[in-house]
């Protein structure tokens, strides 16, 4: 018989809880905790499962409308009607702390756990994405991380058979010591045969499936509700170890089982393991699940409940099917050689019941662990800091003009954060399944939908440093920029998810930035009626250096009514006009020119206005769909001559571009100024008068700023003249060599 | 006519070929589970791409043992035409259909991109649509394509014409894995099997890029 430790308020204090917090759990039981229950408190009030700090921002998020069909929370992903009888279920989620601590299986299984996510609602992943933040790449430890995080998710993602079909790679110091690992995952599902997260029907088996469970992840969730120390390193018990082959037959199993009639509820196992799954499943069906902890499979010998119950094993799930289905639900999962163990049993009793050696060592009301029901809420006190005003008075004049804007161009081409990833995504399979109609190193990403004429269109998009610059508006220009970069590909952009990568939130200014940041998410997402299905709260992101940015990374999803609307953001044929949507009104604030030439990060940083950038949008979505556009790309790091190099690079050899625009800019200002609102597309000159009818009826501005050619060379006015194999070679070149160390 | 699709446990390419035989060429296929043994209603076999068993121990190394290998082998010594593609590719070289061996790539990372191959022989049931000389475009995703095999082995290929396939100097680094000779497909020494690493079957349709790898599978089954 386990032995376990008196529980104390010590002993709650080492499992990450509050005083006040203790206290309520004695309230709730009547008593004190026995050692195995505190764990299920600690884990299950942990910020990373309860989101006891952020829960009240997030309620702020429209959470309904448009094509939502169940709403973020309700399941472990939100699920968009998408038309012919399909629906798609996404989320992003974060795996930070894991994989600054063990890059490559950190990073592994924050693939596995979001593709999880996924199919156990019944839907089959078909898009893989990530969004990726390092310190610099000058530092051999931030090379060492990108390397091997990358090499984690390839690993994971391509063995699973997932297209990635990219995401972000951004470098700042911040996210030194403290990586920020996003993933991404979209799954396909036939309407009306999604599976649920429940638990109903008394005397209804309760199932483990998939690997077997071994001490490894044991306090993961709480792990990653704290700063990184020094110490952390030591902590790499806390990473799970993933095993992507078993992943790819648990989700074949899994689908197969989503067929079935009888299959009454599924949920994976990620953060806290069997404790989260069954208490989840049970507080939602309003019952009460009983376990037999001694039935679980076990990796390795001489586990107790407390250690089998916290276990974050990768590859599981919790099952509940109805009574005498049993041999049906073992002949597929033998069929895919994976463990499928009967552990327990649904009841009235509305309660978390566990068994070890027939003795019951929890005995909690499963309403009382979760996020909605007795988990705790918490409103943090929120102060503006200091910096925000000291950080926001760049003014132009007092800037040096560069004395030769073609050197200012190639370095900009070559820096981490604007040169090409190719070195990045090569290694990640972007063409599996057969469906990929734009792959990584462009706007967004475009899967078509076999069987329809529909695509999806999917970006991933943040700016760190405008969000640390003036947190509000940074929340905003994330959700209108990922929206922007869907729409370039010819997409109507129609929800959300997001995962909010902040410091620790009792900082109140810490705090503040997070508040600011939902507040601006929320504002531009009902504007554009895309709703938030869901996400990932990750806060904690700190180490020995400091609070990271606040990264709240967007990931957008559009819809392409007809595949003959994609369009990507190479320029395609010489003579065409080459067209700004919206206005030319850079700001060097916040920008990577200022970043990378002048070595200052300061703002204020662009305006927006999210009423003229939906029309812009708008406009450009028109055009697109009358068939009257070429390419499509829109301003955004590095401003308008980066966007145009980028065009270039991805054209056919021999093409280039000739640009000639004034403004009442100065010429840094308007070559590398960055701005909301701008898309640059392309159009035979023909098409120009079907083009100013639409953006006037719309009232917005185009105007005609130059051609594209045939001479392989980039000129502007008199300040700069290219030929582009050097455009090439700085943009397609530097990231590897970067790397190279 | 029907075509088998083998499907191991860690196929992921397997959705794939079966979308091209039976919705773009309109031919009855079946995906085949490792488990069975019987391909006899099968015109032609198709062992496709993913990670069948992880690659643990080496790509293509547990799944050679699999029930359906055996017949895979029968159906092959019979004449019948066999396709590999990539981890298929990887079997049929493990289970001795084929010969020489897959290794790592020559920078050991995985890589996933378009690459340009070359149609080396034109004579073959595989290839008899292609000229000799056509530049096809058509992605890779691999780690371990790097083919290798004896001198003696080579040699043959050469002499016999069993080279189908190689990677072509015009792509922006030639020989993206470091395969001898550039080989990017070999046949048997017969000439019904075939095995390459490049993904035919992602490069069947006008909206993936070019529609280059599509006339395998209609040489294959003799279809327009």
Known sequence: MARYPKVTLETAIDHGLSEKEFDEIQSILGRVPNYVELGVFSVMWSEHCSYKSSIKMIKTLPRSGGRLLVEAGEENAGLIDIGDDLAVAFKIESHNHPSAVEPYQGAATGVGGIMRDIFTMGARPVISMNSLRFGSLDEPRNRFLLEHVVEGIADYSNCLGIPTLGGEVVIEDSYSGNPLINAFSLGLVKKGKTASAIAKGEGNPVFIVGAKTGRDGIHGATFASVELTDESESRKSNVQVGDPFLEKLLLEASLELCSKSWLVGMQDMGAAGITCSSSEMAAKGNVGITINIDKVPLREPGMNAYETLLSESQERMLVVIEKKFEKELKIIFDKWDLNCTKIGVVNSSGRLEVFEKRRKVVDIPAESLVLGGGAPEYELPAKEPEYISTANTFSIDNLAEPADYNKVLLTLLASPNISSKKWVYQQYDSTVRSNTVIGPGSDAGVIRIKGTKKALAVSTDCNGKYVYLNPRLGGEIAVAEAARNVVCTGAEPIAITNCLNFGNPNDPEIYWQFKEAVTGIGKVCRTLNTPVTGGNVSFYNESSLGAVYPSPVIGMVGLIEDTKHITTMSFKTPNDFIIVLGGLNGKLGGSEYLKTIHGRIEGPIAPLNIEFEMRVQEVCLEAIKKGIVNSAHDISDGGLLVNIAESIIAAEPGIGAKIDCERRLRTDELLFGECQSAIIITIPENNLIDLIMISQELDIPTQTIGRVTDNNLLTVNQNISVERPKLESAYNLSFENIMKG | ?224
């Open chain 2, 1 to 224: 006519m029907r075509v088998a699709v083998v499907v191991f446990p860690g196929s992921n390419c397997d959705h794939d070929a079966y979308h091209v035989i039976q919705h773009l060429l309109n031919i009855d296929v079946d995906f085949v589970w490792h488990k069975e043994k019987d391909l006899s209603k099968y015109g032609a076999v198709i062992v496709p791409g993913g990670f069948a068993y992880g690659d643990y121990l080496r790509a293509g190394a547990i799944a050679r043992f699999s029930p359906i290998m055996e017949e895979v082998i029968q159906f092959a010594n019979r004449g019948k035409p066999v396709i590999g593609i990539c981890n298929g590719f990887q079997v049929l070289v493990e289970s001795g259909l084929l010969p020489g061996a897959l290794i790592n790539n020559k920078n050991i990372k995985f890589l996933s991109r378009d690459v340009c191959i070359r149609v080396e022989n034109s004579d073959t049931i595989f290839t008899s649509y292609y000229d000799e000389g056509d530049l096809l475009t058509i992605p890779i995703a691999h780690r371990q394509g790097n083919y290798f095999a004896k001198p003696d082995d080579i040699r043959q290929l050469k002499d016999n014409g069993q080279i189908a396939f190689t990677y072509h100097p015009q792509d922006a680094d030639g020989n993206p894995n470091g395969s001898l000779e550039s080989i990017a497909g070999i046949l048997n020494d017969a000439k019904n099997v075939l095995g390459m690493m490049p993904h035919p079957e992602r490069a069947a349709e006008e909206i993936l890029g070019a529609p280059d790898g599509l006339k395998i599978f209609q040489s294959m089954l003799g279809v327009s």
